[in-house]
């Protein structure tokens, strides 16, 4: 039987971009996001490249918590079971601590905390009933040291790492529903025309494919790409702050 996975975020980026990985590899999908003209670009894109699966789209906006539930029950109606929701939604912001106007980080941690919550709590909901699945999460290489000027940013993702840790071990008896926390280091995007001044930059395609390798191998946790972040995530931590003040 053919599988199926559910991405937020999908409109573009790493979400579009694991769409497309997933696609080549003969799964059914559902692509949400809140740009619903640039996802059905993609439908359109992904439906002709690859005519044996099905490909639906479903327009989503993480930040109305209530909605969440029933849009992913619809794609189940329509898909029959889901066997991975990719939590990926999320957005950036810069702001200096001290301006004293949260708006910023109030929109950072609403779409990237309470959004994911939302996303993987109706998962669950869903796995749990037909009694198998896989939860994605998408947090960041900036969970295990906050960068500077992305104090909310950092903050978010460290929650929802935290977070899938918990929902992980709640699950950990019912061994037919997975969990995988995916911590992306600087991937290439066209939405982030800024990156390359960045150290260890990997295109968006290149990521994909690794995130797609661990989440079929059933991974828990991983770094992407590898190297160095999987040493830099036990280094960052202890480094000095001038070191990390020049980093970033």
């Not at 946790?221 to 995530?233: K, M």
Request: charged share 20%; hydrophobic share 45%; aromatic share 6%.
């Amino acid at each position: 039987m053919t599988k199926s996975v559910v991405i937020t975020g999908a409109s573009s980026g790493i979400g579009a971009a694991l769409a497309r990985e997933f696609a080549s590899r003969g799964y059914n999908i559902a692509l949400c996001a809140r740009r619903v003209e640039k996802l059905e670009s993609l439908k359109q894109e992904l439906s002709e490249k690859n005519s044996h699966i099905q490909v639906i789209s479903a327009a989503l906006d993480v930040n109305e918590l209530g909605t969440v539930p029933a849009v992913l029950n619809d794609i189940k109606s329509s898909l029959g079971n889901i066997d991975i929701v990719v939590a990926n939604a999320g957005i950036t912001g810069i702001r200096k601590t001290g301006s004293g106007d949260l708006t910023i980080d109030k929109s950072i941690l609403q779409t990237n905390l309470f959004g994911a919550i939302a996303t993987i709590d109706a998962a669950v909901a869903i796995f749990r009933a037909q009694g198998f699945g896989h939860i994605v999460g998408m947090s960041s290489f900036s969970a295990f040291r906050g960068i500077p000027g992305s104090a909310a940013y950092s903050a978010s993702k460290a929650a929802v790492t935290n977070y899938l840790q918990a929902v992980g071990t709640e699950l950990y008896r019912k061994k037919d529903i997975k969990v995988t926390v995916i911590h992306p280091g600087f991937i290439r995007t066209e939405i982030d025309d800024n990156i390359d001044k960045f150290p260890f930059v990997i295109d968006a395609d290149k990521a994909a494919n690794t995130m797609v390798n661990a989440i079929e191998k059933g991974k828990t946790d991983i770094v992407v790409p590898s190297w160095p972040w999987a040493i830099l995530r036990k280094v960052m931590p202890k480094l000095p702050e001038s070191v990390i003040a020049k980093i970033f």
